[in-house]
Nanobody, 118 residues
Framework: VQLQASGGGLVQAGGSLRLSCAAL????????MGWFRQAPGKDHEFVAS????????NYADSVKGRFTISRDNAKNTVYLQMNSLKPEDTAVYYC????????????WGQGTQVTVSS
């Protein structure tokens, strides 16, 4: 599985961005997908996840109500719509994939930088 994240950039506080993660995988429709982020000097942080069918999603408390994860299995792509962005959302955002819910993510994309100015 190869993952390619894109869509990052510089945005003012209160603005929006949509990240995309394109997967090169014949089994994309079977993959649990997630978004993580890492800010300078901070640990890797879970952001959001979505099940293979898209029926179930999960979010970190810090982004609930502002971020939305979705997927298009026909396009092998998962998205992260980020609204009402805050300076503390500044980080490198990574997409990740795994086959089962109860295992660690084992496929990672290269990351895309999101910078939110105040």
């Amino acid at each position: 599985v190869q993952l390619q994240a894109s869509g990052g950039g510089l945005v003012q506080a209160g603005g929006s961005l949509r990240l995309s993660c394109a997967a090169l995988a014949r089994t994309f429709g079977l993959l649990n997908m997630g978004w993580f982020r890492q800010a300078p000097g901070k640990d890797h942080e879970f952001v959001a996840s979505i099940t293979p069918s898209g029926a179930s999603t999960n979010y970190a408390d810090s982004v609930k109500g502002r971020f939305t994860i979705s997927r298009d299995n026909a396009k092998n792509t998962v998205y992260l719509q980020m609204n009402s962005l805050k300076p503390e959302d500044t980080a490198v955002y990574y997409c990740a994939a795994k086959m089962a819910v109860n295992v660690q993510y084992h496929h990672w994309g290269q990351g895309t930088q999101v910078t939110v100015s105040s």
